[in-house]
């Protein structure tokens, strides 16, 4: 596609319920990227995928998140039993390959939970 | 991991005035990024400015990486320009997409 692409833009959730957050890369890019921008804690590197790989899954905060990414394009973040302090804006980025490229950023996904 | 450092943190000019956004980080870098995230929250990519010198309109960055800073100058600044203007360097040494940012400067440019 044109860009990255992200949905839901916006995510309600009640606490303790799962939600799934989806990012679509550029056309051709392996690398995909996910942040989380939070209030007062800046923009925090969760995971990256090389193609399907997850080498580093050292800045998931709990073992409530989780990523997978199919057939080196669409990746998915889940957050289960969602709590309070998940709310933030989980951004997703991709770049040609790993390492010394641009990185291209999506929209993002507003996350509250109540 | 290493540590980024921006300043100012807030910055108020009025349109037509001229400023600079300092970048300081901990260790040598190979991939030094500067953007800037409108206040829709979209992230957008200025320069990949790992040494050097490159300009883009009225937007130019310069990386010192032997002593560890870039700048970010923003000449004849428009209200456009306003948002958080971000830099970001590679966790560790090597070839790393890993990501860790500054805390922003928040510019507003006034009619």
């Known amino acids: 596609g044109a860009g990255v692409s992200q949905s839901p833009s916006n995510k309600v959730t009640e606490k303790g319920k799962d939600v799934e957050l989806r990012c679509d890369p550029i056309s051709g890019h392996t690398a995909l990227y996910w942040y989380r921008q939070s209030l007062g804690q800046g923009l925090e590197f969760l995971i990256y995928f090389q193609g399907n790989s997850a080498p580093d899954k050292s800045g998931l905060p709990s073992d409530r998140f989780s990523a997978e990414r199919t057939g080196g394009s669409v990746s998915t973040l889940t957050i289960q039993r969602t709590q309070q302090e998940d709310s933030a804006v989980y951004l997703c980025?991709?770049?040609?390959?790993?390492?010394?490229?641009?990185?291209?950023f999506g929209a993002g996904t507003r996350l509250s939970v109540l | 991991g290493i540590q980024v450092e921006q300043s100012p943190p807030d910055l108020i000019l009025q349109e037509g005035a001229n400023s600079t956004l300092r970048c300081n980080f901990s260790?040598?870098?190979?991939?030094l990024q500067w953007f800037h995230q409108n206040p829709w929250g979209q992230l957008i990519n200025l320069f990949y400015?790992?040494?050097g010198t490159k300009q883009n309109g009225r937007l130019s960055a310069t990386t010192v990486a032997t002593e560890r800073y870039s700048l970010l100058y923003i000449s004849s600044s428009q209200t456009t320009d306003s948002g958080v203007y971000f830099c970001a360097a590679p966790h560790g040494s090597g070839n790393t997409g890993k990501l860790i940012f500054g805390q922003g400067t928040t510019l507003q440019v006034k009619p």
């Open positions: 260790d040598s870098v190979n991939n």
């Open positions: 980025a991709s770049s040609l390959d790993w390492g010394r490229t641009i990185q291209y």
């Open positions: 400015i790992p040494s």
